[in-house]
């Protein structure tokens, strides 16, 4: 059994003894305790409100004298030394003794299965999870709402993943529209395939820009982008040939980029391949009645509860084209069929929050009734991310970036001079910092400690927009803020550079004095304050994965890292494994191996690659 279960149960029964339910009613009002510097704090709590709510109390007595008639009624024993009622709770401390053998039992049993078998998880499905993240427009700039996308459905997969569920990874680039017309008819004009096969991404950007450059004052331009476009969508083969080999660069190029992410993709799919679904959906629409034909030519389906047309999302152009929720609507009923998931998860910016309640909205009007298990994750949208004009970053130099500058900050150090592939450790570590920022000076933040996450990016990748241009120069968003390399680098502070150091630093300790994951220790060597404080937290582990699973934010993970961190870092300061007796020293490497153990799962979950050495 889990061994923050093991306390659990022990105390659920003794609610099932005392008021006569099943201990099952219990666990899930029961928490664990976040640490604080008290000695002998209380490692868990119960919700007298909880019990209240599922009906397990009346609802008529005073809060507080059944708080305390309850504790009092529950006994102390060996395993729970302590009971005491608080306001509202009762609170309950657990034998020291066994709180150390435990926990540090459970982590080397489960390694880095630890934590994710809790019986917390019996009740939640584990099924064939898909999760839509990232998906670019190719031709379009690669903003960071998509880097955000990339970083935050990751970890919802990661985490998914890592509770046992089947999860499919796809990437739904956008790779239709107009802007492939702009592109094919900029190719016939400033294109050269000689540099297109040389420098590929670079030439694409040349021709895009030059094109918007051109289109801005020529008529010319945009007859033929349309009409380059009408040719796509009539399948013409030489149109279709140009437009294949787009998409085939800039996939191989985002996979590049991806790769030194640490992300990965079950399926690249993308709006193009739903082209002659989207016909199909429309037509089942027609069948069901569910598609209505306004004045102006468009199809649409009435999806206000009157049938007044108050509210309604239109589905077909009035010449007969499809658009951007048609192809959604043929893509989710074709993953149904492909992979009959059980649930499915789309993670984009909020802007995106009304087409999908539509999306979702309309499948249920068809009778797919899985749609009930389909799911936007929304984030806010990236501010200050606009570049001026001529000031283009591609996502790579930004992660080059990062690399060059974590080596610069590594050089001095002895370890690095002994590394063989220096670079390697500077780019896990640069990519950490990007993935896990603590942005203190955003006001839109305040309720958000950390956030693992790009903010306020100054980032563009194959950007040139006429409209972003002018935002730029006009809009107050350039001045807000400023993208500060120094900060996030930093080894201090609640950085993700932060945790890869702390996870290095005790690696390095467990190189040197031997792993002792293994083997029999004393318990009673561990019971300083430091000592429990980690293993009260680490108590909290199952619970904190539990909360982000149902809420799909990283923030319950990232802010127990930083917290184990934090708490490790002290440790590693005041309790010396050189110089001790061999026993303590023993003991001490068991506790440093387990922390070791938890912070790397818990980092891989959040993507970041932990070093060994740094
Ligand atoms: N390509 C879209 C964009 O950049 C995001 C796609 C989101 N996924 C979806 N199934 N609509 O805005």
Redesign the pocket.
């Known amino acids: 059994m889990h061994m923050a279960c093991y306390f659990r149960r022990s105390i659920a029964s003794k609610l099932s003894r005392a008021l006569g339910r099943s201990e099952d009613a219990f666990i899930s009002a029961l928490c664990a305790i976040p640490v604080s510097k008290k000695q002998q704090s209380p490692d868990f709590r119960l919700s007298v409100n909880t019990l209240l709510r599922n009906g397990i109390l009346p609802t008529n007595g005073d809060l507080q004298a059944q708080t305390e008639a309850l504790a009092s009624q529950l006994k102390q024993d060996s395993v729970v030394e302590e009971i005491f009622a608080g306001r509202g709770v009762i609170h309950f401390r657990v034998s020291r003794n066994l709180l150390v053998q435990k926990v540090l039992e459970q982590l080397c049993q489960e390694r880095h299965k630890f934590g994710v078998k809790s019986e917390l998880f019996d009740g939640l499905k584990k099924g064939t999870t898909v999760v839509?993240f990232s998906?670019?427009?190719i031709a379009?700039k690669f903003h960071a709402?998509?880097l955000r996308?990339t970083i935050i459905g990751n970890f919802i997969a990661n985490l998914k993943e890592s509770l046992g569920n089947n999860v499919i990874r796809v990437n739904?680039?956008?790779d239709w529209g107009m802007q492939f017309g702009l592109l094919g008819a900029g190719f016939q004009l400033f294109g050269c395939q000689e540099k297109l096969k040389k420098n590929p991404l670079q030439h694409l950007f040349d021709v895009y820009v030059q094109v918007n450059k051109e289109a801005e004052n020529n008529e010319v331009i945009g007859q033929a982008a349309r009409e380059f476009f009408r040719r796509l969508e009539q399948q013409e083969h030489q149109a279709l040939l140009l437009w294949k080999q787009f998409r085939e660069i800039t996939v191989e190029e985002y996979q590049q980029v991806y790769k030194r992410l640490g992300v990965h993709f079950d399926i690249y799919s993308g709006?193009s391949f739903h082209q002659q679904q989207a016909q199909e959906v429309v037509q089942q629409l027609q069948r069901r009645g569910l598609l209505k034909t306004t004045e102006k030519g468009t199809g649409v389906v009435d999806l206000s509860s009157a049938g007044d047309m108050s509210s309604y999302s239109t589905v077909l152009r009035s010449d007969g084209t499809s658009l951007?929720i048609t192809r959604?609507l043929a893509?989710a009923i074709d993953r149904k069929e492909r992979y009959n998931f059980d649930e499915m998860i789309?993670v984009?910016?909020k802007s995106?929050g009304i087409?999908?309640q539509q999306?979702f909205q309309i499948l249920l009007a068809m009778g797919h009734s899985w749609a009930e298990r389909c799911q936007h994750v929304p984030f806010g949208l990236v501010q200050g991310m606009k570049t001026r004009l001529g000031e283009v970053v591609f996502l790579e130099d930004v992660l080059d970036e990062a690399r060059a500058r974590m080596l610069r900050n590594m050089s001095q150090s002895k370890t690095t001079k002994e590394m063989v592939y220096p670079e390697d450790t500077a780019e896990k570590v640069g990519i950490s910092a990007l993935i896990v920022q603590v942005n203190k000076f955003d006001p839109t933040l305040k309720n958000m400690t950390y956030q693992p996450n790009i903010l306020f990016f100054k980032l563009t990748y194959l950007l040139y927009e006429t409209k972003d241009k002018q935002m730029d120069f006009k809009g107050p968003l350039g001045s807000d803020y400023k993208f500060d390399w120094d900060r996030i680098l930093q080894a201090q502070g609640d950085t993700g550079v932060f945790l890869q150091y702390t996870h290095a630093r005790l690696c390095s300790l467990i190189h040197r004095y031997g792993d002792r994951e293994e083997g029999a220790f004393d318990p009673s060597l561990l019971l300083d304050q430091r000592s429990i404080s980690i293993l009260q937290h680490l108590l909290r582990y199952d619970e904190v994965l539990y909360q982000s699973v149902q809420d799909l934010q990283p923030k319950h993970l990232v802010n127990f890292l930083m917290t184990l961190s934090h708490l490790a870092a002290s440790a590693h300061r005041e309790l010396p494994v050189k110089g001790s007796p061999q026993a303590v020293a023993q003991a001490r490497l068991r506790l440093f191996s387990g922390v070791c153990t938890v912070l790397a799962n818990g980092m891989k979950i959040l993507g970041i690659t932990p070093v060994e050495k740094m």
Do not use: I, M, R, V
Request: aromatic share 18%; hydrophobic share 20%.
């Open positions: 839509e998906s670019p427009n379009k709402g998509h996308s739904y680039l956008g709006e951007y959604d893509a789309y984009t910016d995106q087409h999908f999306l």
